[in-house]
């Protein structure tokens, strides 16, 4: 009888120690969307599992498009030397950002990065923004103060970037944080890229924000190069997905050139986010086709790499593919660009005929200036 109950416990405590040696990130990590290989040799397109309806499929495409093309015309405006500043391409990767903004619901908040700009238009924001804003006109969202996507718009649920990359997920937690005390119920994405996972303020916002259970979705771009360095040399791990374990969070890596893909484990997190889950990560596998702003000459790539991505794994072609697959005809798509190309052109136009700041405005709306009154030059130093 006694050896018995010495067997039952032996064979109990045999089970519990396989149970905690099991990886918990193995159980936690959700790979449904992660990128496949091409089966029968044809290019990759998109997933067919989608909840997304037809026109809600031409409205993604026209974010796709109008996130490209926009920047392409940024690139122009750069070589005629009216852009101050740099330019910061995502190209090869617009689906991560658009696919997930366009998950979210109006009211929810993204703080993006500087290769997000199709996050920001999908939360409203205007081409003609865009393009005074990189231009520093008086007429751009900052006045001149600040480039690129260095703005916000809180009522659209964009709150503006800085260069500290890692700094906006404990921004972002804050905002969360704020918003429960508040009683407010709403999700954010922080998006952040490979390398800055690496930063000290990644892990203060996102743990943060698993111990309290915020509704935080951190949105990892995992593009193959931070500035020049590539992802072996900057993290250990495989997956960046596998950093979720050491938070207690679940995560999942999703093909970031599926635009249909990054929408929907998008909108798996943000509902598991909004019902009381807490935070989720999410690793979107893409690839930065440019270098890290346009006077990067890429000769860290080796040769050929760009070329392969180009031709086998753009998101735009890809998402073409699909809708052609699935009943779209050549002429919509064309409609759709056209009616683009429209807008960019009158918007450009609108911003490169907006005026420069005057000097003086740079000292307003620094500060709030119903506390802290403007800082113009002192007197003395005027003679």
């Not at 990189?134 to 600040?146: I, L, N, T």
């Not at 809180?154 to 918003?179: C, N, Q, R, W, Y």
Request: aromatic share 8%; with cysteine; proline share 5%.
């Amino acid at each position: 009888m006694e050896s018995e109950k010495t067997v039952d416990k032996d064979a109990a405590r045999d089970k519990r120690r396989r149970r905690l040696k099991r990886p918990r990130f193995q159980m936690r990590v959700s790979t449904k969307f992660a990128p496949r290989k091409s089966t029968n040799g044809e290019p990759l397109t998109c997933t067919s599992e989608t909840t997304l309806k037809p026109e809600q499929l031409l409205e993604l495409y026209r974010y796709l498009k109008l996130t490209r093309l926009v920047e392409e015309r940024i690139v122009n405006l750069y070589r005629q030397t009216k852009v101050v500043g740099g330019v910061f391409r995502s190209l090869g990767q617009e689906a991560t950002a658009v696919g997930s903004a366009y998950a979210l619901q109006p009211h929810d908040f993204i703080t993006p990065l500087i290769r997000d700009l199709g996050a920001v238009l999908v939360k409203g924001i205007r081409p003609r923004e865009i393009f005074a804003q990189y231009m520093a006109k008086a007429w751009g969202p900052s006045g001149g103060r600040d480039l690129n996507i260095h703005f916000g718009d809180m009522e659209k649920g964009f709150i503006g970037p800085i260069s500290h990359l890692g700094d906006m997920i404990p921004v972002m937690t804050g905002i969360l944080l704020g918003a429960r005390m508040q009683k407010k119920k709403f999700v954010g994405i922080a998006y952040i890229g490979d390398g800055g996972m690496s930063t000290g303020a990644f892990h203060e916002g996102l743990n943060f924000a698993a111990v309290q259970r915020l509704p935080l979705i951190v949105v990892a771009e995992h593009n193959r190069y931070a500035y020049s360095t590539p992802t072996s040399l900057q993290t250990a791990v495989k997956d960046l997905a596998e950093k979720a374990a050491g938070y207690g969070i679940p995560a999942y890596i999703v093909d970031g050139n599926d635009v249909i893909a990054c929408y929907e484990v998008t909108k798996a997190a943000a509902d598991y986010a909004r019902r009381g889950g807490g935070a989720v990560l999410i690793e979107a596998k893409t690839y930065r086709r440019k270098g890290h702003a346009e006077h990067d000459d890429q000769r860290y790539i080796p040769p050929g790499e760009i070329e392969w991505w180009e031709k086998n794994n753009d998101p735009i072609d890809r998402f073409e593919k699909y809708l052609l697959q699935t009943g779209v005809s050549q002429q919509q798509l064309d409609a759709i660009t056209a009616d683009v190309v429209r807008e960019i052109d009158e918007d450009c136009t609108w911003a490169e005929s907006s005026p420069m700041p005057d000097a003086e405005q740079a000292a307003y709306n620094v500060f709030d200036n119903s506390i802290v009154p403007p800082a113009f030059r002192p007197k003395v130093l005027e003679s």
